[in-house]
């Protein structure tokens, strides 16, 4: 099993981030620019208030390292992602559940943000993977984790030129309380 803990900053206040970011009608950029993503269906949304449920189905890709080419083709590299954003912890949690495999792969993240005290919000990303998949198991779980760990940074990229777009167009709704005016 894999671990992995990545944290960013943004240079603005939590509630800018996650008013923007977490409960904009309309996404302000597009996941699908990830690498590594090339498939985004959106299944389900609910809103309750406090949480948000959310379902997607992704479709990934990647370098297969060689060994796990024999099992494991790219078309296997589809699943649902079942979501919840809490609004009260500032958390969104994910398991991932993968159309194949999924007797054997177990994954789960989860974001929380949190005021960082100076105006900036850090967003840290925890999760594990594991492949319960003999020989090949361990090899998989590093690949997976090296994809993720690129993906997450380049989410923040994205992120946060989007979120500083964003703001530079529509005005920061916390600006007294952001580092960036």
């Not at 940074?153 to 979120?163: I, V």
Request: glycine share 4%; hydrophobic share 35%.
């Amino acid at each position: 099993m894999e671990k992995y803990n990545i944290t960013h900053y943004y240079d603005f206040h939590i509630d800018t981030v996650t008013q923007i970011l977490m409960d904009s009608k309309e996404p302000i950029y597009d996941l699908l620019d990830l690498p590594n993503a090339s498939g985004l269906k959106p299944i389900s949304e609910r809103d309750d208030g406090d949480k948000k449920y959310i379902k997607n189905e992704w479709c990934v890709h990647g370098q297969i390292p060689p060994i796990a080419q024999k099992i494991i083709r790219p078309d296997m590299l589809t699943f649902v992602e079942d979501s919840v954003w809490d609004r009260t912890t500032k958390t969104y949690t994910a398991n991932i559940i993968p159309h194949h495999f999924s007797r054997v792969i177990t994954a789960k993240h989860r974001v929380e943000f949190y005021d960082n005290g100076d105006g900036r919000t850090r967003r840290a990303l925890k999760g594990i993977f594991e492949a319960r998949i003999p020989i090949i198991g361990t090899i998989f779980e590093k690949t997976v984790i090296k994809y993720l760990k690129q993906n997450a940074d380049e989410d923040f990229k994205l992120s946060r030129r989007a979120l500083e777009k964003y703001v530079e167009k529509n005005g920061d709704p916390n600006a007294e309380k952001s580092l960036k005016k």
